[in-house]
């Protein structure tokens, strides 16, 4: 594999988070040929100095990649804009990318997954992202197939082409029409009841969060997400240890060290079963709906 995609890691202020997702990635036969970005967000306050400090002392300490670029950031931008901006930089000089924030552990077939994929579907406009984790879900025993794909995107552990990214409006110039066209909220909650509020409150400042709006890309340009069969990567950070972490259990899934070709299927389809599973895991409750309605309205 030649055209390999380069790696971009965001950091903050979570040093043992950190060493742990660098030393998975480390372990992927692919790492020793990849380039690594890594992007140190700055600290919000004077309480959070020296943590980010050690995330820094420790990043500088890193090797066994090709190559590595280590951008600080001077002030704090916050995870959406340092993701944004950082994925920007990176898609200035190259054509795809992989990106893992510091709370992602990821398995030693992870790189080769995601770049036989970012090379298969290169050209296919129908898969505007590739992730790594799959979500809690069941494959049914009449799947065969190595990959599938979704109508919802993830975060963890993903990856896109520049062609894909540059079609995102980060502004959702047209959310007016979308809030006021049901059945368009309708079939963007094929990924999930919870897609609607979050973009929402998105747009209402609720939230600063730029996968909502990066879902929201892939609805707009009738698109998918290219999951593999099996999980490759899992988030740690569900400690509450990050800004935007909780301590939630519903989406955790356990790796067991696959060494799968992972077989590329052109043009793959929506499963049924899968897509049903997808939209069950995130269906809202009452109590989150009312919650909602008064929040958001």
Same mark, same amino acid.
């Given at each position: 594999?030649?055209?390999l995609?380069?790696?971009?890691?965001?950091?903050?202020?979570?040093?043992?988070? %950190?060493?742990?997702?660098?030393?998975?990635?480390?372990?992927?036969?692919?790492?020793?040929?990849?380039?690594?970005?890594?992007?140190? /967000?700055?600290?919000?306050?004077?309480?959070?100095?020296?943590?980010?400090? %050690?995330?820094?002392?420790?990043?500088?300490?890193?090797?066994?990649? $090709?190559?590595?670029? +280590?951008?600080?950031?001077?002030?704090?931008?916050?995870?959406?804009?340092?993701? +944004?901006?950082?994925?920007?930089?990176?898609?200035s000089?190259?054509?795809?990318?992989?990106?893992?924030?510091?709370?992602?552990? !990821?398995l030693?077939?992870?790189?080769?997954?995601?770049?036989?994929?970012?090379?298969?579907?290169?050209? /296919?406009?129908?898969?505007?992202?590739v992730?790594?984790?799959?979500?809690?879900?069941?494959?049914?025993?009449?799947? +065969?197939?190595?990959?599938?794909?979704?109508?919802?995107?993830?975060?963890?552990?993903?990856?896109?082409?520049? /062609?894909?990214?540059?079609?995102v409006?980060?502004?959702?110039?047209?959310?007016?029409?979308? +809030?006021?066209?049901?059945?368009?909220?309708?079939?963007?909650?094929?990924?999930?009841?919870?897609? !609607?509020?979050?973009?929402? $409150?998105?747009?209402?400042?609720?939230?600063?969060?730029?996968?909502?709006?990066?879902?929201?890309a892939?609805?707009?340009?009738? $698109?998918?997400?290219?999951?593999? $069969?099996?999980?490759?990567?899992?988030?740690?950070?569900t400690?509450?240890?990050? %800004?935007?972490?909780?301590?939630?259990?519903?989406?955790?899934?356990?790796?067991?060290d696959?060494?799968?070709?992972?077989?590329?299927?052109?043009r793959?389809?929506?499963?049924? /079963?899968? %897509?049903?599973?997808?939209?069950?895991?995130?269906?809202?409750?009452?109590?989150?709906?009312?919650?909602?309605?008064?929040?958001?309205?």
């Amino acid at each position: 594999m030649t055209n390999l995609s380069p790696i971009v890691l965001f950091v903050y202020n979570r040093p043992e988070h %950190t060493r742990r997702t660098v030393e998975a990635l480390l372990k992927n036969t692919l790492a020793d040929k990849s380039s690594l970005y890594i992007f140190s /967000d700055g600290a919000r306050n004077e309480s959070e100095l020296k943590t980010v400090s %050690t995330v820094r002392d420790y990043i500088k300490s890193i090797s066994g990649f $090709a190559n590595i670029e +280590i951008t600080t950031r001077e002030e704090n931008l916050g995870l959406a804009d340092s993701v +944004i901006s950082g994925v920007n930089e990176v898609l200035s000089q190259n054509d795809r990318v992989i990106v893992i924030e510091d709370d992602i552990l !990821t398995l030693p077939s992870f790189l080769n997954f995601m770049n036989k994929a970012l090379e298969f579907y290169s050209k /296919d406009e129908k898969i505007f992202s590739v992730s790594g984790y799959p979500y809690p879900v069941k494959i049914p025993e009449s799947y +065969i197939a190595d990959i599938f794909v979704a109508y919802r995107t993830s975060s963890w552990g993903w990856a896109t082409w520049k /062609d894909r990214w540059e079609k995102v409006d980060w502004k959702v110039k047209d959310f007016n029409n979308f +809030i006021s066209d049901n059945n368009v909220q309708k079939l963007f909650e094929r990924g999930g009841e919870d897609l !609607t509020p979050m973009l929402k $409150a998105q747009m209402r400042g609720k939230i600063d969060s730029w996968a909502i709006r990066w879902s929201y890309a892939h609805f707009k340009s009738d $698109a998918y997400c290219l999951y593999p $069969a099996v999980p490759l990567c899992k988030n740690i950070g569900t400690d509450r240890s990050g %800004t935007h972490s909780s301590s939630s259990k519903k989406l955790d899934v356990n790796l067991d060290d696959i060494k799968a070709n992972f077989e590329m299927v052109k043009r793959p389809e929506l499963n049924e /079963d899968i %897509t049903n599973q997808m939209q069950e895991l995130f269906k809202l409750s009452l109590i989150r709906r009312i919650i909602n309605f008064i929040k958001l309205s």
